[in-house]
């Protein structure tokens, strides 16, 4: 297929709109600050047009590593009007935070290794070989932390302590257990006062984008407090889970993981390096301890609550993405393909809606309730390649594509009639229209079948 030229065109204008001298900011003025998996997808476009400014883009996010090897979800611009943000979090209060950078001190999903390894796809051997051995050692050190600090009982799995970390902010798992365990009492004392509507008043982000588009106003409030209780604890993990009442084990962060940690052994072995067998043994677990995440009942895989493993059973896209692991038994992916194809679920006329249309949840135009991100179309077309479902990936990539044709590179989309919501001139949906136009590895033949 010829790519539209003028979505080709668009799609560049707003990455360069969007850049920052070396790092694309996700959008101006809602986003003016460098975001983890956002700079990972925007790279994946960006290596199309300008491979060095693709290196570059990782070599800036690279900066933000703490000593103990996390990548934060944000590294801060030092932009004096963004003041606010830095004080949020104040990273300097933890030893182990950059000292030329401020960020915050959660991470976010981890598509470094896929990044890396498909800038790679675009360069001559030697210059592979030079990309790889620069930036290995970080990466190592990201992934090393992960299973360090984040599997303290050593399941394989992954526990996220912050809904962004997710990066699917208000996704209905975790705004369910957020409602049921999370509140504190100063917030369901606003929530009972409906003292939420004067807050309203002051919302930065509602002043860009409708407030029905967005995170209702005590869901936010909730997630500052969760914030705050982390930043009063120094981001120290230990002190965090001692305490913690929130800690999950996501469906969608721990198959993003699987792949990528897939992606970090394929880059160690071409720069011929011995991953540490710690690591490896990890990296095996996380597989096979995935599969505890399956309900037989619903056929559906579901994140979990880390001390009880309790399965969080609010449906969401979010398990498609075990599609993208790879590493799932053909007979579940073809439940989650099933799934895909239902008119009740996530077959709308602009798939694939985060929520599927039957929860009780799904709202075609709140942000991660109900509509269509690019990003996770982009996950689930190359999950559904690799496990030989090549027409419904390429039905599916047609229909993103047509979308971001229609209406331009908006956030989100209403997966219901396709019209654009949340901010203009995003990053990522730029980037993986780019990717989804002219990734040379679109006709990949399955691994699996
Ligand atoms: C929103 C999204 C998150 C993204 C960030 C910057 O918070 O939910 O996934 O990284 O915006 O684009």
Redesign the pocket.
């Known amino acids: 297929m010829q790519p539209p030229t003028s979505l080709l065109d668009e799609a560049y204008a707003v990455l360069e709109a969007n850049d920052q001298n070396g790092y694309t900011m996700?959008?101006a003025e809602l986003?003016p600050h460098q975001?983890?998996?956002?700079s990972c997808f925007i790279t994946i476009g960006l290596r199309h047009k300008d491979i060095k400014r693709a290196e570059q883009e990782i070599l800036n996010l690279l900066r933000g590593q703490w000593l103990n090897g996390m990548l934060p979800?944000i590294i801060f611009s030092d932009d004096p009007r963004y003041n606010r943000d830095r004080d949020l979090w104040r990273s300097q209060v933890s030893p182990l935070s950059p000292t030329k950078y401020s960020t915050t001190g959660i991470t976010?999903p981890p598509m470094l290794a896929e990044a890396i390894f498909r800038v790679g796809e675009m360069l001559d051997q030697d210059d592979r070989q030079d990309w790889f051995l620069k930036v290995y050692p970080a990466l190592l050190k990201y992934h090393q932390w992960l299973y360090k600090e984040r599997d303290p009982h050593d399941e394989g799995l992954i526990l996220l302590i912050h809904p962004?970390e997710v990066?699917?902010?208000n996704t209905p798992p975790w705004m369910a257990e957020l409602n049921n365990h999370q509140l504190s009492w100063w917030i369901r004392a606003i929530k009972k006062t409906h003292g939420n509507k004067l807050i309203d008043l002051f919302r930065r982000d509602t002043r860009r984008v409708p407030l029905k588009e967005r995170f209702d106003t005590i869901e936010a409030l909730a997630l500052f407090d969760i914030e705050r209780r982390l930043r009063r604890k120094n981001y120290d993990i230990e002190r965090i889970l001692d305490h913690s009442l929130f800690a999950i084990e996501d469906v969608a962060f721990n198959a993003i993981l699987i792949r990528n940690n897939n992606h970090l052994l394929r880059i160690a072995k071409i720069i011929k390096h011995q991953v540490p067998d710690d690591l490896r043994i990890s990296m095996n677990k996380t597989v096979a301890s995935f599969e505890q995440l399956w309900d037989e009942d619903d056929n559906d895989y579901y994140s979990r609550d880390f001390i009880t493993h309790r399965l969080l059973k609010q449906p969401s896209a979010g398990s498609l993405i075990a599609l993208y692991s790879g590493s799932i038994p053909p007979e579940r992916a073809k439940h989650l393909v099933r799934k895909l194809k239902s008119k009740h679920q996530y077959a709308s006329l602009f798939p694939i809606p985060t929520v599927p249309l039957n929860s009780a949840w799904f709202n075609p135009d709140n942000?991660?309730q109900g509509p269509t991100w690019v990003n996770i179309n982009w996950l689930i077309i190359d999950g559904l390649k690799r496990y030989g479902y090549d027409a419904e990936a390429a039905a599916l990539r047609r229909s993103t594509l047509k979308m971001v044709t229609n209406q331009g590179c908006y956030?989100y989309f209403n997966p219901i009639d396709g019209r654009g919501l949340g901010t203009i001139n995003?990053s990522?949906t730029a980037a993986l229209a780019i990717d989804l136009m002219l990734n040379p590895s679109l006709s990949t033949t399955s691994i699996v079948k």
Request: no cysteine; charged share 15%; aromatic share 44%.
């Open positions: 996700p959008a986003y975001w983890l998996w956002d979800n976010q962004w990066g699917m902010d942000y991660w956030e995003f990522w």
